[in-house]
């Protein structure tokens, strides 16, 4: 049974930084691909950030591109996040995602992963 688990998330002031880990159990990790995605309330998920299990493919939303860096620790089976410069619009829950069908590929869609944490709540202040 492979289990994903977030941490990290919390309360800053917009402008600040936090760095979401995601520690991963079950398999073997780096036969993962990985992926961060958010939801804010009343709205649906929405993808941030992806990674193939090599690291040398990478993706990043628009909306995100430049503050945030996707990260992986293979021998410590976690992948990051760390956000820099956040602003109140980033503010949701944090999901991280694994993807054993094609780990060799960073995917967007929701629907192309397997296996999802629980979230991580991310509040961004004014």
């Known amino acids: 049974q492979v289990q994903l688990v977030e941490s990290g998330g919390g309360l800053v002031q917009a402008g600040g930084s936090l760095r979401l880990s995601c520690a991963v159990s079950?398999?073997?990790?780096?036969?993962?691909?990985m992926g961060w995605f958010r939801q804010a309330p009343g709205k649906e998920r929405e993808f941030v950030s992806a990674m193939s299990w090599s690291g040398g493919n990478l993706y990043y939303a628009d909306s995100v591109k430049g503050r945030f860096t996707i990260s992986r620790d293979n021998a410590k089976n976690t992948v990051y996040l760390q956000m820099n410069s956040l602003k109140p619009e980033d503010t949701a829950v944090y999901y991280c995602?694994?993807?054993?069908?094609?780990?060799?590929?960073?995917?967007?869609?929701?629907?192309?992963?397997?296996?999802w944490g629980q979230g991580t709540q991310v509040t961004v202040s004014t």
């Open positions: 995602a694994a993807d054993i069908a094609q780990p060799w590929v960073a995917k967007i869609a929701v629907d192309d992963y397997d296996y």
């Open positions: 079950g398999r073997t990790f780096s036969s993962y691909a």
